[in-house]
């Protein structure tokens, strides 16, 4: 399999020439990710908390649900979002089809439940400790939630990682909702999926590198960011 | 400090959201619904850049199957539909979903297939005998299966060779269900023989021992057609940057700039508007 050093030579040499077309494409990939990845956030991690900590009817069933939801497949939900957002289905007059917030709506359906579930998994173990010292400072419900999102906040970092992992890998619903526009639409996966079916298989392969180059630098980024924000916080 | 990250986090996806705002402020664009063919022959990338340079208009092109396509542009979802299946377009116009249908280029289909060629049909010029003698040999054939416009071609030629490939999928007759480069990476994966159209093979980069095997049988004639979605039918179409763009399209300057478009020095597409169709 020669495609294998072809496909490193193509990396190379694209990330070597700065190729303006996979600049475009690769901040597009990190614009609609990481859009995605803080709109899912802001909904799945109180929501997650809330599910660790609150007592309703229906919990236990809402928590299933959630965790199912983690393994929506992305085709799906690029389905469901092209029908709402046809110019044929209920939301058509938005005309957000084929645009890059189409993507970000189809990957915070996708990422949301991934932060929600695991924040409450993260929540709930750590209220178990906390319960009976918030307890007795006679904290109410909100604020421990906020003080347990709080205090969590580095363990949380792994699930918003995980979720922008998802965002970052998928191909199947921004493919349907963006339409793979070239200068509009088209991020990495899309172009990886698009050079595959040109027969291009080392360019292809080459893009795929890069993608993983980029998941690692950005787990680096985030990770190096905690570390060092933890050790203000004890200094 | 203790936010830092998540300020820098919210701080980078805001700004990330601020740019792609203005990207749909930009009404100057059309959508073009469109086939595989096309655009994986490089096509729309020569083909497009002339017609901005000219009009300043904006070609945002989704490339599809062409079922898909037509079912696209009958959702409203886009302005113009140029696809390969001549009679589902002539529905879609009888239907008031488009304006009229006119005639841009051809190319033909062909069957590749492996060097080892297990159902002797190399060098053949009669697809109906080529399809018997691969229905008999019992040879892996992959079919896109996904309603495009190349996969009604090919249903419609074996049901002309008298054969329904349908009882034997899964055995030789194996149905991908994918577009056609993909369907082409498959075949090849498997020894399969595949029928594309020649502009998507003469582009595609991972022939391995492949080659052409049957060729130049009329009912392989590969008509393009181009449709304005009617205003009618989706009142938010942009008609009128739409119909420049066909009005381009057909003209002597689109014309021209299809037959001049070629891959390692062959001509891809014929440009034939106008022209009574010979097939």
Same mark, same amino acid.
């Given at each position: 399999?020669?495609? !294998? %050093? #072809? #496909? =490193? %030579?193509?990396? =190379? #040499?694209?990330?070597?020439? =700065?190729?303006?077309?996979?600049?475009?494409?690769? %901040?597009?990939?990190?614009?609609?990710? !990481?859009?995605?990845?803080?709109?899912?956030?802001?909904i799945g991690l109180p929501l997650g908390a809330v599910l660790a900590v609150g007592k309703f009817p229906g919990r236990a069933t809402?928590?299933?649900?959630?965790?199912?939801?983690?393994?929506?497949?992305?085709?799906?939900?690029g389905l469901a979002v092209y029908m709402m957002l046809s110019a044929a289905g209920p939301l058509g007059v938005l005309q957000l089809l084929y645009t890059p917030t189409a993507m970000i709506i189809a990957q915070s359906i996708l990422v949301t439940p991934i932060i929600a579930a695991l924040t409450r998994q993260v929540i709930e173990d750590m209220h178990g400790e906390y319960d009976e010292l918030l307890r007795s400072m006679g904290s109410r419900r909100l604020s421990t939630v906020a003080t347990l999102l709080w205090d969590a906040r580095y363990s949380l970092l792994t699930a918003a990682l995980a979720g922008l992992g998802r965002a970052l890998a998928e191909v199947g619903a921004v493919m349907i909702v963006g339409g793979n526009i070239n200068h509009v639409t088209r991020v990495m996966t899309t172009a990886i999926a698009l050079e595959t079916s040109k027969g291009a298989l080392a360019l292809a392969l080459g893009l795929g590198i890069i993608l993983v180059g980029l998941s690692i630098l950005v787990n680096a980024g985030l990770m190096g960011l905690r570390k060092s924000a933890e050790r203000l916080a004890y200094a | 400090?203790? *936010?830092? *990250? /998540?300020?820098?986090?919210?701080?980078?996806?805001? $700004?990330?959201? /601020?740019?792609?705002?203005?990207?749909? &402020?930009?009404?100057?664009?059309?959508? @073009?619904?469109?086939t595989t063919s096309t655009q994986n022959s490089g096509l729309y990338d020569a083909l497009l850049p002339q017609f901005?340079?000219?009009?300043?208009?904006? +070609?945002?092109? +989704?490339?599809?199957?062409?079922?898909? &396509?037509?079912?696209?542009?009958?959702?409203?979802?886009?302005?113009? /539909? /140029?696809?390969?299946?001549? &009679?589902?377009?002539?529905?879609?116009?009888?239907?008031?979903?488009? @304006? *009229?249908?006119?005639? +841009?280029?051809?190319?033909?289909f062909v069957i590749v297939g492996p060097a080892s060629d297990p159902a002797g049909i190399s060098g053949s010029g009669d697809v109906k005998s080529a399809l018997t003698a691969i229905k008999q040999a019992g040879a892996p054939f992959a079919s896109r299966g996904d309603d495009s416009g190349t996969h009604k071609k090919e249903l419609a030629l074996w049901k $002309?060779?008298?054969?329904d490939p349908s009882g034997d999928s899964g055995s030789w007759y194996r149905e991908t269900g994918s577009g056609m480069g993909a369907t082409l990476n498959v075949a090849v994966g498997m020894n399969a023989y595949v029928m594309t159209d020649r502009a998507t093979w003469i582009a595609f980069e991972n022939k391995g021992d492949y080659a052409i095997a049957v060729e130049g049988d009329d009912a392989m004639f590969n008509q393009y057609g181009i449709i304005q979605v009617s205003p009618d039918a989706c009142p938010r179409v942009k008609a009128d940057l739409g119909q420049t763009f066909i009005d381009w399209v057909l003209s002597k300057e689109g014309q021209t700039a299809i037959a001049d478009y070629k891959r390692d020095g062959q001509q891809l597409f014929f440009p034939n508007a106008g022209e009574q169709p010979n097939s």
């Amino acid at each position: 399999m020669q495609d !294998f %050093g #072809a #496909a =490193f %030579g193509q990396a =190379f #040499a694209l990330i070597a020439g =700065f190729d303006p077309a996979l600049m475009e494409i690769i %901040g597009l990939s990190m614009r609609v990710t !990481f859009t995605a990845v803080v709109i899912a956030c802001v909904i799945g991690l109180p929501l997650g908390a809330v599910l660790a900590v609150g007592k309703f009817p229906g919990r236990a069933t809402l928590v299933v649900l959630i965790s199912a939801l983690m393994g929506l497949p992305p085709v799906v939900v690029g389905l469901a979002v092209y029908m709402m957002l046809s110019a044929a289905g209920p939301l058509g007059v938005l005309q957000l089809l084929y645009t890059p917030t189409a993507m970000i709506i189809a990957q915070s359906i996708l990422v949301t439940p991934i932060i929600a579930a695991l924040t409450r998994q993260v929540i709930e173990d750590m209220h178990g400790e906390y319960d009976e010292l918030l307890r007795s400072m006679g904290s109410r419900r909100l604020s421990t939630v906020a003080t347990l999102l709080w205090d969590a906040r580095y363990s949380l970092l792994t699930a918003a990682l995980a979720g922008l992992g998802r965002a970052l890998a998928e191909v199947g619903a921004v493919m349907i909702v963006g339409g793979n526009i070239n200068h509009v639409t088209r991020v990495m996966t899309t172009a990886i999926a698009l050079e595959t079916s040109k027969g291009a298989l080392a360019l292809a392969l080459g893009l795929g590198i890069i993608l993983v180059g980029l998941s690692i630098l950005v787990n680096a980024g985030l990770m190096g960011l905690r570390k060092s924000a933890e050790r203000l916080a004890y200094a | 400090m203790k *936010s830092r *990250s /998540l300020s820098l986090l919210l701080a980078t996806a805001f $700004a990330g959201s /601020l740019t792609l705002g203005q990207v749909s &402020a930009d009404d100057r664009f059309i959508i @073009v619904q469109s086939t595989t063919s096309t655009q994986n022959s490089g096509l729309y990338d020569a083909l497009l850049p002339q017609f901005a340079a000219k009009t300043g208009i904006e +070609v945002r092109v +989704v490339a599809v199957g062409t079922g898909q &396509a037509i079912k696209n542009a009958q959702n409203c979802d886009g302005d113009v /539909l /140029l696809v390969h299946a001549k &009679a589902s377009e002539e529905k879609f116009v009888a239907a008031g979903y488009g @304006v *009229s249908r006119a005639d +841009v280029m051809y190319n033909d289909f062909v069957i590749v297939g492996p060097a080892s060629d297990p159902a002797g049909i190399s060098g053949s010029g009669d697809v109906k005998s080529a399809l018997t003698a691969i229905k008999q040999a019992g040879a892996p054939f992959a079919s896109r299966g996904d309603d495009s416009g190349t996969h009604k071609k090919e249903l419609a030629l074996w049901k $002309a060779a008298g054969i329904d490939p349908s009882g034997d999928s899964g055995s030789w007759y194996r149905e991908t269900g994918s577009g056609m480069g993909a369907t082409l990476n498959v075949a090849v994966g498997m020894n399969a023989y595949v029928m594309t159209d020649r502009a998507t093979w003469i582009a595609f980069e991972n022939k391995g021992d492949y080659a052409i095997a049957v060729e130049g049988d009329d009912a392989m004639f590969n008509q393009y057609g181009i449709i304005q979605v009617s205003p009618d039918a989706c009142p938010r179409v942009k008609a009128d940057l739409g119909q420049t763009f066909i009005d381009w399209v057909l003209s002597k300057e689109g014309q021209t700039a299809i037959a001049d478009y070629k891959r390692d020095g062959q001509q891809l597409f014929f440009p034939n508007a106008g022209e009574q169709p010979n097939s």
